[in-house]
């Protein structure tokens, strides 16, 4: 009897554990989004006296 029963809380543990491993490794993270291009490429900037346009570029983030 006691010999079940610790095979039973072995694959109760088991599964317990990989529901926890799929929920943090296999989980869909959500796509973030920079600003608006056309916004920033058509205002035009000011620091120090000096004017500035900004000129978007496309960037991967390596993360994901």
């Known amino acids: 009897m006691v010999k079940l029963l610790n095979i039973f809380i072995s694959i109760l543990t088991g599964i317990i554990l990989a529901i926890i491993l799929v ?3 296999i989980r869909k993270i959500p796509l973030k989004h920079g600003p608006n291009s056309s ?3 058509n205002k035009i900037y000011k620091d ?3 004017c500035f346009r900004l000129e978007p570029r496309i960037k ?3 993360i994901s």
């Open 39 to 41: 916004i920033i490429r």
């Open 60 to 62: 991967v983030c390596p």
């Open 23 to 25: 929920n943090i490794y």
């Open 48 to 50: 120090n006296n000096k």
